[in-house]
């Protein structure tokens, strides 16, 4: 392909056919729509005719662009630059940014586009679509981003922070926060590396102090515009957790609680499992009491119910002794194995065959009968059929003794998964079958006795 963004302003030469291209008004080079743009019917005004042929142009681009034609679509892109000259101005005023997102795509994925390519496109959508500019800025920031150019998106997010185009409006606003933001990552990132230096540095080195002082420098920098930031309600997940990270590198443990707790519980903010996960490790760190820790796992838990960090929420409550704390671990355990995803996690069934026994042994069993009969008419075939028996006893023999325990306490010993691994003969597994078997004779609710 040819440069793209040269392309587009290319001027038509006399070689070219005149029957195989559109010329526009600017001198435009615009090929390849004749035959298409023949068959739009037209309605014997110009403005007619123009939004018709610039309509049918933009649905050859989407057509092309669903198809990855992305050849096609940027020959297409050619024609589709006379919208700017619409006579209808809020057509023309919207045309930039369609522009934009037409013409960005098709350079990201076309095999011969190049960064500079993409450069010298982006630099003109921004002079052509001023109202657009900090938009195209920021995308095109991450477009650097994506190719490893640290330092040009640093200049380019720098540029565009200091940018102004009449009042600023609040859209402009939200544009200019996301924009320190990158910003702020960016120096993170600076940040991040210098930290890792100086972790390999004696500190009695020369270079010690030296590295200290730039990083001190650029964590002031970066904590400006992160914390600025985060302020703001949404979900700001990657810069929250860069911004923590330095509070806590330079000391500032109180500070860092406080961004988490409110990341975590202001109303402002959507609700965002992170946030809980981001407190939960922090106050982890802190070494925080466990009915702490408890307490935000809680909410955790009502928001994702398979979160991986619902097995140690178990240990937790089991730990707590708390007879309403053990009520909870098991509700917990129901929930984690009610989602495909976690069927084959064997600590999750283990944990549930240990919390089922010493539940019944407690003579809980209502717990157990509460938790079961909400999935009682739905697990048999979801987790214990013959098939996943033999699939599990297969596939992994510890996973199958685990859950073949489990359903011979929740189904008794007539269920055909327990059946068919209570009958296998493995040397490794012959101890703990004959376990098994001892407590689905002892502790399933099937049993009358209990």
Known sequence: MSDFSEDLIRPMTEDDPGGNCVPSGTG??????????????????KEKDFAQTTNACL???QEALLKHQWQQAAEYMHSYFQTLEDADSCKRQAAPEIIWKLGSEILYYHPKSGVETFNTF??????????????????????????????DASRSLSQAETWRYGEKSSSQEVLINLIQAYKGLLQYYTWSKK???????????????????????????????????IQIPGVWDPFVKSYVEMLEFYGDQDGA???????????????????HVY??????????????????????YQIVPSHKLMLEFHRLLRKSGREEHRRLGLEVLFAVLDFAGCTKNVTAWKYLAKCLRETLMGRHVAWVREGWGSRKSWWPSF?????????????????????????????????????????????VFRKKIKRMKKLVKKCSIVNPGL
């Open 59 to 61: 649905r050859f681009i």
């Open 122 to 151: 982006a630099d003109r959508m921004k002079n052509i679509g001023v109202m657009n500019y900090l938009k195209i800025s920021l995308q095109h920031a991450l477009y650097l981003l994506h190719h490893g150019m640290f330092d």
């Open 383 to 427: 987790h214990f059929s013959y098939f996943w028996a033999k699939s599990d006893w297969k596939e992994d023999k510890a996973l199958a003794s685990e859950k073949a325990a489990v359903a011979g306490i929740l189904l008794g010993k007539g269920c055909r998964y327990f059946r068919y691994i209570s009958k296998q003969d493995h040397q």
């Open 195 to 229: 930290k890792m230096e100086l972790s390999k540095l004696d500190e009695d080195d020369y270079a010690y102090n030296t590295t200290s002082q730039n990083m001190l420098s650029h964590g002031w920098k970066t904590s400006v515009n992160l914390c600025a930031l």
């Open 28 to 45: 435009m080079y615009l090929p390849w729509l004749q035959k298409h743009i023949e068959s739009v019917a037209t309605g014997g005004k």
């Open 279 to 300: 407190l939960y490790n922090f106050l982890k760190r802190e070494k925080a009491p466990r009915e702490k820790l408890i307490s935000v796992l809680k909410i955790l």
């Open 257 to 275: 609680r406080e961004v988490l707790t409110n990341y975590a519980y202001d109303e402002k903010f959507p609700s965002n499992p992170n946030a």
